[in-house]
């Protein structure tokens, strides 16, 4: 009976202890040490543990979808980038920001890092290539899980958008 | 006394037996045919059905759409009733659908679907519907499956002989169930008889985009017109309805409705009062009703009231209007394939009355008439009826039939489905249902071609099928196959609300048609953003509008400040989807109002009065994306009299 009242009494003052801080304080957030990182997992593993998805240059993957050659003329289609651009701002730019990294990554020099074929098959079929395509897939880890969106895009619309991207350097 | 035990203990064993049987003995009653069933309506994961069906929802006030022969649900369609899965009544786009001539009515009850028709056949690109509480006429697209149009039925009450549409969609018609002052006054409800009038109206239909136009009532005797269909083939051009009280009986109908040994099936010559009104005939009546109108392309529904309605007396049109004589307060009016039968279904009689269509034509030609009533002449009921079926059952209500001339006829009363034969009026074979079955269909059945492989019953009463759910149940539905000379009992399954009538289709017809996503560039709604820097928040006295875009997974903008109590905040809603099936969801804490539903590239306006000063999420209701949980944002209230300026922001 005395032990259960001195746990009462110490449950009460743990209350009273928690209750009577001063929590008037402004808070800045907290913080946990740790590095966030998605890249523990089997599953998950990266090509490379050193440059992340982004960043990777991958020029010789064509991906994997309808889009199987796709050489460039070496002039840029000033028609076609008009329209791309027009494109890409209705139907890209919800996550895809030319100056910055947002939801997804920036398209500004992709033509440096990844294929024609590839950039067209991510645009006409991004789930396909998330199953299928190695850095398609560690770029939906590396950008937190957030799927790319199928705009319902035509072949056409999605060569004017490379077009457009062709001028990002 | 031990073998008297005995005795009784196998007589109660077998009685239990017997009993315990009962529920189970419906035709599949051994093992092979119940498996033989099994095989028949399972589609397996992955494949679809090869009929869609349409089942009215009676009083919940929607369209439901289902599979054959699965019995698997695929949408309920808003028509008219507020649907907060949707946001459909809710959303300021879709509010001015429910609007009439008695303001905003966010209910009906939802009869009779019919599919258009092209040539007599079914052509699958709309489905009208009635309502049958606050007359009015819902034409639904096939290719969105939305509501795209509502006309309210002004002189009508009770909107139930409806909406039944020509063979080649001229006009969709709807009759009234209760005769009432044309137009309405303040009277005396015991002088109905002589004075009250049944208006039945034809709407018709812009062979290009479907707008509806209420061309002209037929003022009829204040009879009760009860169901109607139209004449095909041979008979396009005509329309029959069945009337009950005839007797112009006010109070304690169900016994003075029932008075007289023969009410009418009301046959109307409606190509010649078409021709008579587009030569100038009718009276123009002033009346007030609403007609609303969807616009697919702003996303939004507006409301007009329609001041004027063309009247036309039936006795100033000489051979247009005829009574056929129809025993025993007639339900079901129905036309068979080929136009030349009537289909009377006396509901409080065992037998089925079949008119036929050239012996009308010719009793009309000599004018053999058995007197009139209030102008109108009545046939001889011997010079038109061409058979009566001797149908065994009790209480027939409707009739659709199959394309090998046979006729199924359903029986509340003596719960079945009776197959019977055109022209020689023989019983071929019946199966119960489980209960009361009221509708009943045939995809076609109601048309030039019916696709005779399934008929689905429509039954009043549940009880023991289904888990009890408490003293609610929902209505069941039974699918027999009828490919064979026998009926064959080979699913049963749950409804939603109460299905009256229902039609039916093959999926080729609508499949490919079906729209997957509205296309952003063609979005032409008012306060749409077609790309995400259009995003902003602008002021107009104490209304906010806020213009936001939508994509996997974040609103743009999702922080939002300035916003002050006593204000009226408009959320537009643009979603920039453009992919099959990704809708995302749209609900602000403390709205007095429903979620919204946005599917790809739409807009939807959801509107929200902050009346408490605080930080206030919103989120998306939609499961759309493995970030879903993080599709969410606030909007900060501020006081009414705070100096703080409208901000807006994503990611800063």
Known sequence: MKINFAILCFLISLFLVSCGGKQEKKSDGFSVDRTKSTEQTEATTPETNEVPASERITLDNKGVGQIKNLPLDPEINMEMVEAGGALFKTNCTACHKIDKRFIGPSPTGILKRRSPEWIMNMILDPQLMVEQDRCAKDLLVEFNGAAMANQNITVEEARSILEYFRTLE | ?652
């Open chain 2, 1 to 652: 006394m031990r073998k008297l035990n005995y005795f009784f203990g196998t007589l109660m064993g077998l009685t239990l037996l017997l009993f315990g049987c009962k529920p189970g003995g419906d035709g599949s009653g051994n093992g092979a045919l119940a498996s033989s069933a099994a095989e028949k309506v399972y589609v397996a994961p992955g494949e679809q059905d090869e009929f869609y069906a349409f089942l009215s929802g009676g009083y919940s006030g929607n369209l439901t759409v289902y599979g054959l022969p699965s019995g698997r649900m695929f949408k309920e369609i808003p028509v008219f009733s507020q649907f907060p899965t949707s946001g459909y009544g809710y959303s300021e786009e879709t509010k001015p659908m429910l609007n009439t001539s008695h303001g905003f009515i966010p209910w009906d009850d939802l009869h009779h679907p019919d599919i258009s028709q092209t040539n007599g056949e079914l052509d699958g690109r709309w489905i009208f519907v009635n309502g049958n509480n606050t007359p009015r006429i819902a034409r639904i697209s096939l290719s969105t499956f939305e509501t795209e149009e509502i006309i309210e039925i002004p002189n009508s009450a009770g909107n139930h002989s409806s909406a039944f549409i020509t063979e080649n969609t001229e006009y969709v018609i709807a009759g009234t169930r209760f005769a009432v002052p044309v137009p309405q006054r303040d009277m005396p409800i015991n002088e109905y008889k002589g004075n009250f009038k049944g208006a039945l109206s034809f709407i018709s239909v812009n062979p290009e985009d479907g707008r509806l136009d209420l061309k002209f009532q037929v003022m009829m005797p204040g009879f009760n017109y009860d169901l109607s269909h139209p004449g095909r083939g041979k008979s396009h051009g005509w329309h029959f309805f069945s009337t009950y009280n005839t007797e112009e009986a006010n109070s304690l109908m169900e016994v003075n409705s029932s008075q007289n040994d023969k009410d009418f099936i009301a046959a109307i010559n409606w190509k010649k009062i078409e021709e008579f009104v587009n030569n100038g005939g009718g009276t123009k009546m002033a009346t007030n009703y609403a007609h609303n109108v969807y616009n697919e392309e702003t996303h939004t529904g507006t409301s007009t009231m329609v001041k004027e309605v063309l009247t036309v007396d039936p006795t100033e049109v000489p051979g247009a209007v005829f009574f056929l004589p129809t025993p025993k307060s007639p339900h079901g009016c129905d036309v068979d394939p080929s136009g030349e039968y009537i289909i009377g279904a006396g509901k409080l009689s065992a037998d089925l009355t079949v008119h036929s269509f050239t012996k009308m034509l010719e009793a009309i030609e000599a004018e053999k008439f058995d007197g009139e009533a209030y102008g109108i002449p009545i046939l001889k009921f011997e010079d038109v009826m061409a058979g009566v079926v001797k149908s065994g059952g009790l209480g027939p209500l409707h009739t659709e039939f199959d394309s090998s001339g046979n006729a199924y006829t359903t029986f509340f009363i003596s719960s079945e489905v009776v197959k019977w034969k055109l022209e020689t009026w023989e019983v071929v074979d019946r199966k119960p249902t489980f209960y009361s079955v009221g509708h009943l269909m045939i995809p076609g059945g109601n048309s030039r071609k019916p696709f005779g492989k399934y008929v689905v019953a429509m039954n009043k009463i549940t009880k023991d099928r289904y888990l009890p759910t408490g003293p609610e149940m929902e209505h069941s539905a039974q699918i027999y196959d009828i490919s064979g000379e026998k009926m064959e009992l080979i699913y049963d399954f749950p409804t939603h609300g109460e299905p009256h009538y229902a039609a039916g289709c093959p999926a080729d017809l609508l499949r490919a048609n079906s729209k997957k996503i509205y296309r952003l560039d063609e979005n032409k709604h008012p306060y749409a953003v077609t790309s995400p820097d259009q995003a902003r928040v602008e002021r107009n006295g104490n209304e906010v509008h806020i213009y936001m875009s939508t994509i996997r997974s974040h609103f743009t903008p999702d922080n939002i400040e300035g916003v002050k109590v006593g204000d009226k905040v408009y959320f537009h809603i643009t979603n920039h989807e453009q992919d099959f099936d990704v809708p995302h969801g749209f609900s602000m804490l403390g709205q007095n109002t429903s979620e919204i539903l946005v599917m790809p590239g739409q807009t939807k306006t959801s509107v929200w009065e902050p009346k408490q000063v605080g930080v206030w999420p919103f989120y998306c209701t939609d499961f759309c994306s493995a970030l879903h949980q993080e599709m969410q944002g606030y909007v900060r209230v501020s006081p009414a009299n705070a100096n703080i300026d409208l901000s807006w922001s994503l990611g800063e």
